[in-house]
C-alpha cells in the first residue's frame, strides 16, 4: 500500500463524515479524482481499493457511476471485532463482565422506554425463537434488546459482545454459520429469555435484571474455550 494512496483514502473518508455520510452520493469520477487528487488511476484505484475495504465507498461503472458512498455493514464490524478478541484469546470471564456492563444497561434502557410497541417486539422474538430454539435466534434476543434500547452505541457493543459468545455457544467462527445446538440447552436458553421479556413487560427492572444476570452467569461456561 503507496503512502499517497492511504492519504487520498484518509481524506475522502474525512469528506464523507463531514457530509453527514450520504449514501448513494457519487464523490466523483475515475477522471476527476485522478485530476483532483493528481495521481495516477493506479494509486487512485489504490485508494479505492482502501475504501471499499472500509465500507466508505465503492466505484461503480456506466453513465451514472462513479466514487459512491455506501452503507458500512454493522456484521462485518462485529464479525471483525468478534476475530480480534478471538485472536487475543479474551476469556469467558471477561466476556461475561462486559457483557453484564453492556446489557443490563440496554435492559434498563428498554424498561425506561418500554411501550407497546417494545413489548410486542419483544414477544414476537421469543415466539420465534420458540419455533426454531437454535444459536441464531437465541442470539436475535440480545440483538433485540441492544436495538430497543435507543442507543446505537450500546447496540453496537452489545451485538459484538452477543456475537462472540454466541460462536463460543455453538463451536463455530465468530461470524460464521452456527451448527446445531443440545436441544435441552436450546429450550433452556428460552425459557430464561421468555421469563426477562415477562418482568420487562410487567414493569419489573429489578427481576428482570436478576434473572439477565444469573442467565448470564450461566452461559459464562460455554463462552470459556
Excluded at 477522471?31 to 494509486?43: A, E, H, K, N
Excluded at 426454531?132 to 435466534?137: F, K, M, R
Excluded at 435507543?150 to 455457544?169: D, E, I, M
Aim: hydrophobic share 40%; charged share 25%.
Amino acid at each position: 500500500m503507496s503512502k499517497r494512496a492511504q492519504l487520498i483514502a484518509d481524506e475522502i473518508q474525512r469528506d464523507v463524515i463531514a457530509r453527514g455520510w450520504p449514501v448513494g452520493d457519487v464523490i466523483g469520477s475515475e477522471s476527476d479524482l485522478t485530476q483532483r487528487f493528481g495521481v495516477s488511476r493506479s494509486t487512485l484505484r489504490e485508494a479505492v481499493r482502501i475504501l471499499e475495504s472500509q465500507q466508505v465507498a465503492k466505484m461503480r461503472s456506466g453513465s451514472n457511476g462513479g466514487l459512491t458512498i455506501t452503507m458500512p455493514d454493522d456484521s462485518v464490524v462485529i464479525g471483525s471485532v468478534a476475530r480480534h478478541f478471538a485472536h487475543q484469546e479474551v476469556t469467558g470471564s471477561e466476556l461475561l463482565e462486559a457483557r453484564v456492563l453492556v446489557e443490563l444497561r440496554c435492559l434498563e434502557l428498554v424498561a425506561e422506554r418500554m411501550d407497546e410497541a417494545r413489548a410486542e417486539a419483544l414477544r414476537r422474538q421469543i415466539a420465534e425463537t420458540k419455533a426454531n430454539p437454535d444459536a441464531d435466534t437465541a442470539l436475535q434476543f440480545h440483538l433485540l434488546l441492544g436495538e430497543l434500547s435507543g442507543n446505537r452505541v450500546l447496540a453496537l457493543f452489545g451485538a459484538t459482545l452477543a456475537q462472540l459468545g454466541s460462536s463460543r455457544w455453538a463451536g463455530g467462527m465468530p461470524d460464521g454459520p452456527s451448527p446445531a445446538l443440545d436441544p435441552v440447552l436450546g429450550e433452556e436458553v428460552v425459557s430464561v429469555h421468555e421469563k426477562i421479556v415477562t418482568a420487562l413487560v410487567d414493569g419489573d427492572l429489578g427481576l428482570a435484571r436478576a434473572r439477565a444476570m444469573g442467565h448470564l452467569r450461566h452461559m459464562e461456561h460455554y463462552w470459556t474455550c
